[in-house]
């Protein structure tokens, strides 16, 4: 596998190092060796899916509050997608920043996400599937998103957007001061989700 960093802390994008003969293809996508010798220190208790039916449905931008922020490990098993990154760690050096990264299923790259980053995507075509693997198990206390369109990020999107849940529609607009204090005290109080 080779890892690259990208322009935030802490982010990486995987690649793997196919072998390929008269049968097709055989790669390794995960080893926790490799993974910690690029610095990854990621022990994976859950995997989830995420199958995307129509181009431009957009997922995001998601995170967790600690204690149960997860680091992830994101890839696009069918079809394409873009991904965004969004630092929301407050001690970060690259606090608010974001970068998009185009992850297609035919090159089986993927994307090292940190705790404390939130992340997103937007289908490129239609059927497109996404496979995670994160080191905390989910608890729903602690989930909390962002809105994808929010002035204050300036993210674009490549494509109209077709389909997005009410619950990422609908996120309030980010607060800086009070993802601070929330950032620090940790699980979120009711109705304080971002």
């Known amino acids: 596998m080779r890892f690259t960093r990208l322009a935030i802390e802490g982010v990486q994008r995987i690649e793997i190092d196919p072998v390929a003969d008269e049968r097709g293809v ?89 705790p404390g980053v939130a992340h997103g995507f937007q289908s490129l075509v239609d059927d497109t599937e996404v496979h995670y693997m994160m080191s905390e198990a989910y608890r729903p206390e602690c989930a909390a998103g962002v809105r994808p369109d929010d002035p204050a990020f300036g993210i674009r999107w490549p494509l109209p957007v077709t389909c997005i849940s009410a619950r990422d529609r609908d996120a309030a607009l980010f607060d800086d001061a009070v993802h601070r204090r929330q950032f620090a005290a940790g699980i979120p109080e009711a109705g304080h989700a971002a």
């Open 26 to 114: 055989f790669a390794r996508l995960w080893c926790r060796d490799e993974f910690a010798r690029a610095g990854i220190p990621i022990d994976v208790v859950q995997a989830s899916v995420s199958v995307n039916r129509r181009a431009g449905t957009l997922r995001g931008l998601h995170f967790a509050w600690p204690p149960a922020a997860e680091g992830k490990v994101v890839r696009c098993a069918r079809g394409r997608l873009v991904d965004v990154i969004l630092d929301l760690r407050p001690t970060s050096p690259d606090y608010l920043r974001h970068v998009a990264v185009e992850l297609d299923a035919a090159d089986h790259a993927a994307l090292y996400l940190p």
